[in-house]
């Protein structure tokens, strides 16, 4: 009787990076024939009231975080070099143990792979002798990803991996694969068509006065085009659309669906230095710049990615449209730049990685 693998994928709603390194390594797993593939966010089907209320905790800090209030920048920190025992690791480990182990039962996965750093997967895995792989999807280690009964880690860099080890965590458990965008920009060189488009991704930390500050900055550098992706925030388009509908110079969208199209036609974008983006920018190489890097893992991919010549970080609107204009009006640094994404970039992980677990299973 022909047995047909099927994957669990654990992902979280906190940001878009994890449920989009769970959708692409689903493409990949689909592209080989598995079709047995179920993506679950657990914290949301395991504990909704603690979900909804921790999300809401998340989206205000970044605003609390403005005004020197930055409660989850501390949390992050503290716990960044915990060990296994901390009492507040072992509390989050628990989150979703129950809801997980009612749907292995049922679901009866072969392999289960955490894209967010839930304990409770390895825990549950080796309860019912299932493997269980982690994704990193950052550019930094933090000790909520580790688990002494993960069997394998898939990470970003050399450094990363380097770090783990010293954490104590067997080499033979780690592999540097880049982290996995999903086949869209894979298969999408960047173009940059236009070769004075800056594609700036606003949140709702973003102000209208800071906005129309960037807007009227850029506007001095000849030929500039700005493009604006609100996401999913409808009032915040709606608002620039008010604000900006004058300017033939600025589009202001909502969400995009092919982002990747835009993001090759651009010739940088202004972002949150969250892993995926940062991974989807390495692919087109479309340098980053990053604005008032939120304290915890942004601040500290955005550090990454700044030693290594492959980002620029500001800290205020006249800093970052000098950064630009300097960018955009001087070849041989933008060229540079370029070159430092290029040696960071690990081609086709989403492929490297679903092809190794599979080679696990089947041996």
Not at 167 to 176: D, L, P, R, T
Request: charged share 15%; glycine share 6%; net charge positive.
């Amino acid at each position: 009787m022909t047995h047909y693998p099927r994957i669990l994928i654990l992902t979280a709603g906190y940001g878009e990076g994890h449920l989009l390194a769970s959708m692409a390594l689903k493409e990949h797993f689909l592209k080989l024939g598995v079709s047995y593939i179920q993506i679950l966010d657990l914290m949301k089907e395991a504990h909704p009231v603690i979900n909804k209320v921790s999300s809401s905790v998340y989206q205000g800090s970044f605003k609390a975080a403005a005004y020197g209030f930055n409660y989850y920048g501390w949390s992050y920190y503290m716990t960044q070099e915990a060990k296994s025992h901390n009492p507040l690791l072992t509390v989050l480990n628990r989150l979703g143990y129950r809801h997980l182990k009612e749907l292995v039962s049922s679901f009866k996965p072969d392999v289960i792979i955490n894209t967010f750093p839930y304990g409770a997967a390895p825990a549950i895995g080796r309860a019912f002798g299932i493997p269980t792989y982690t994704i990193i999807t950052d550019y930094v280690m933090h000790a909520r990803w580790l688990h002494p009964h993960i069997n394998k880690y898939y990470v970003a860099t050399n450094e990363l991996k380097r770090d783990m080890l010293n954490a104590g965590i067997y080499e033979s458990h780690i592999e540097v694969t880049g982290i996995p965008v999903r086949a869209a920009f894979e298969n999408h060189t960047g173009n940059h068509e236009n070769q004075k488009l800056v594609l700036f991704f606003a949140t709702s930390s973003h102000t209208i006065e800071l906005i129309e500050e960037l807007v009227n900055k850029l506007q001095i550098i000849g030929g500039c085009q700005l493009a604006v992706i609100c996401g999913r925030n409808k009032k915040l388009e709606q608002m620039l659309n008010s604000q900006f509908q004058h300017l033939s110079g600025v589009t202001i969208y909502g969400f995009v669906e092919n982002i990747n199209v835009l993001m090759a036609q651009a010739s940088c974008i202004i972002s949150k230095a969250g892993g995926l983006t940062l991974a989807e920018s390495l692919i087109l190489q479309v340098p980053v710049f990053i604005y008032r890097p939120f304290p915890g893992q942004e601040k500290d991919n955005a550090n990454y990615f700044s030693r290594k010549g492959a980002a620029a970080i500001s800290h205020d609107i006249t800093h970052l449209t000098e950064q630009i204009e300097h960018f955009l009006t001087n070849s041989s640094y933008a060229k540079r730049m370029k070159s430092q994404m290029s040696s960071l970039h690990q081609s086709k992980a989403a492929d490297t990685i679903v092809k190794d677990i599979l080679k696990n299973m089947y041996g």
